[in-house]
């Protein structure tokens, strides 16, 4: 009998979390395109590559921090990820960010900027712009990491 109410319990605690996410994600859906939601639930190249070739940590003006990594072959990055401590949507920015130089030269990884990344994610509300400048300074940063290093071996 009491093992009963405890599975009857368990059963409307689920069902009122799974209202309460549907509630939440219904909320987002009204300030948040469908690709920021789903960078943010469910970003993409979240780590750190060991042995890096390019690597820049920056921190934005509200705070938060954003660190990205890169592998290089031949001028191309075959790899980037991505770790942050910020917003939902600085994890978008950080998502979108690193697959968008995926397979691209240095040269063209450094022509993504803040619209690029905003761009990918079909834009973000104003007051989250500045997630997108965070993802696209780390970015640059970690290149010029890269390109100093290259430098550095050829001297
Ligand atoms: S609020 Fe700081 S990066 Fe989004």
Known sequence: MLRLNFEQEGKKVTSKLDELEQRIIADMRKVYSQKAIDHAMNPQNVGR??????YARVTGPCGDTMEI??????????????WTDGCGSSIACGSVAT?????????????????SILNALDGLPES??????????????????????IRAKVK
């Not at 590559?49 to 390019?54: A, E, P, S, V």
């Not at 990594?69 to 990820?81: E, F």
């Not at 696209?136 to 890269?146: E, F, G, H, V």
């Open 49 to 54: 590559i060991k042995d890096t070739d390019g």
């Open 69 to 82: 990594s890169l592998r290089v072959r031949k001028r191309k990055v075959l790899d980037a990820k991505f």
């Open 99 to 115: 697959g968008l130089i995926k397979g691209k030269s240095v040269a063209g990884a450094q022509k993504v900027d803040s619209e």
């Open 128 to 149: 989250n712009v500045h997630c997108a400048v965070l993802a696209s300074d780390t970015l640059r940063a970690a290149i010029k990491n890269y390109l100093a290093s």
